[in-house]
């Protein structure tokens, strides 16, 4: 397993501001994963960071609005950009290993008012 | 796209009382995982399945491959409140190091003393 560390945990922002949120994790990966999860409901993937290249985003996910940088094997940050209350969520970034088991970081609940 | 439907959303029972999960896809995985969230943190695996009727244990917890690999249920036996948490499937179609997750949207159990 890996131990993943993420801050800050929670954080109230005013809208139109930007947050950047920060995951360590104790051992080199190749990819990390980061996901939201809006109020009850599932985890949808924004971002996969791949060390030394840019971030390849999903469907409805652009960089402008979530920028991740990646420098180094054991570092990711993702930014929310001039939020909304819309972006009120959890943001987990999570790591994997062969087999696809993935291993999460306490997430960071974010409220925009 | 791939879909994982979860069944049921909710469910709140006694302490003591058995219950089962469902997770139904019309697609294949080659493995699917099975995790438990509490609140203010990330989801923690709890058993990866790959093999067409697959039978796992984990103490109380029992979790079944479907034979087809759409599908899978988790049964927990005499629950407890400490089994109270959102259990999510998700579900991989890739090997090694470079894989994604398709999370299903949770069932939120609620073990009442």
């Known amino acids: 397993s890996a131990v993943i560390s993420q801050k800050p945990s929670r954080d109230i922002c005013q809208r139109g501001t930007s947050l950047t949120i920060q995951c360590q994790v104790d051992?080199?990966?190749?990819?990390m994963f980061w996901y939201r999860q809006q109020p009850g409901q599932s985890l949808t993937l924004i971002a996969t960071a791949n060390q030394g290249s840019e971030a390849t985003y999903e469907s409805g996910f652009v960089i402008d609005k979530f920028p991740i940088s990646r420098p180094n094997l054991t570092f990711s940050t993702l930014t929310v950009s001039n939020m909304s209350p819309e972006d009120s969520s959890i943001y987990l970034c999570?790591?994997?290993?062969?087999?696809?088991?993935?291993?999460f970081g306490q997430g960071t609940r974010l409220t925009v008012v | 796209t791939q879909l994982l439907e979860q069944s049921p959303q909710f469910l709140s029972i006694q302490e003591g009382e058995n219950l089962t999960v469902y997770c139904n896809s019309s697609?294949?995985?080659?493995?699917l995982q099975w995790y438990r969230q509490e609140p203010g943190e990330g989801p923690v695996l709890l058993v990866t399945?790959?093999?067409?009727?697959e039978v796992k244990k984990l103490k109380r917890l029992t979790f079944q491959f479907g034979d087809a690999r759409k599908d899978s249920s988790l049964h927990i036996t005499a629950a407890q409140p400490g089994d109270t948490g959102l259990y999510l499937c998700a579900g991989s179609n890739s090997g090694g190091s470079n894989y994604k997750l398709t999370f299903g949207k949770g069932t939120l159990l609620t073990v009442n003393p």
């Open positions: 399945v790959v093999t067409g009727g």
């Open positions: 051992s080199q990966v190749t990819m």
């Open positions: 697609s294949v995985f080659s493995s």
């Open positions: 999570s790591v994997g290993r062969g087999g696809a088991e993935a291993f």
